[in-house]
């Protein structure tokens, strides 16, 4: 299997402009995730869906992001208007395991990472 | 609520000296996991480790070993006989058994492994 893949892997854009990325879950895993990662803040969870569901969206920082995962193998997280303070590393994120308790939790296997630079 | 605490920012060692990462949790739950992820230089986050709560047996994998006590809910990590390549960022990570999948990660502690 490819892993995760996530495009672009790097994005540099000016404030105001939309920026889409993109995630392709390892085919299989029915938990999507997405994490950002920055030198302040750490890596802290932005959404994760469930089958295609998204099941804890507290991380989504405010209104401009949002994100979608219209099927099992494809997902994406859009940010509009972009400002500078969004520059950071995104995480896409897929594990084998679902929400029921029980049935016990294996590891999130992640992506590259897209490195975005909001100027 | 769910908190990791990596107290150790950076550490710096020779190689071939030993090297514990210490990490400390928090969790109301009685079913939670434990994780130990790196990440190198090249920015990837790479799985290393999962402990369930229900098992305290410590883990030795390599060079790599992992002392996991519930009595002081800490989950430490031990890199015997360093090397240049173990030079990354580490972070230990939570998530509780209920619904959420959640992943909460600690600040991380840098290492770096001099020749």
């Known amino acids: 299997d490819a892993g995760v893949i996530q495009s672009p892997r790097h994005e540099v854009t000016e404030m105001g402009q939309e920026v889409t990325l993109r995630c392709k879950p390892i085919s299989g895993h029915n938990s999507l995730f997405w994490y950002r990662q920055t030198m302040m803040r750490g890596l802290e969870l932005l959404i994760y869906f469930n089958n295609n569901v998204p099941i804890d969206d507290s991380g989504m920082p405010e209104d401009r992001f949002s994100a979608k995962m219209p099927n099992a193998s494809f997902s994406t997280l859009k940010i509009q208007p972009s400002e500078p303070r969004d520059s950071a590393v995104y995480f896409c994120?897929?594990?084998?395991?679902?929400?029921?308790?029980?049935?016990?939790?294996?590891?999130?296997?992640f992506g590259q990472g897209t490195r975005l630079t909001v100027v | 609520a769910q908190k990791v605490t990596q107290a150790q920012t950076e550490i710096s060692v020779v190689e071939k000296e030993d090297v514990t990462l210490d990490c400390v949790y928090e969790t109301r739950d009685t079913t939670y996991y434990l994780f130990w992820y790196k990440q190198p230089p090249s920015g990837e986050l790479v799985f290393l480790i999962r402990?369930?709560?229900?098992?305290?047996q410590n883990e030795i994998s390599g060079r790599y070993s992992w002392n996991f006590q519930k009595s002081t809910s800490s989950f430490n990590f031990t890199i015997t006989a360093s090397q240049v390549v173990d030079s990354a960022v580490y972070f230990c990570?939570?998530?509780?058994?209920?619904?959420?999948?959640?992943?909460?990660f600690g600040k991380g502690t840098k290492l770096t492994v001099n020749p």
């Open positions: 990570a939570l998530s509780e058994g209920g619904g959420s999948e959640k992943l909460v």
């Open positions: 994120a897929s594990s084998p395991l679902g929400v029921a308790r029980g049935q016990g939790r294996t590891e999130a296997f």
């Open positions: 402990r369930n709560s229900f098992d305290e």
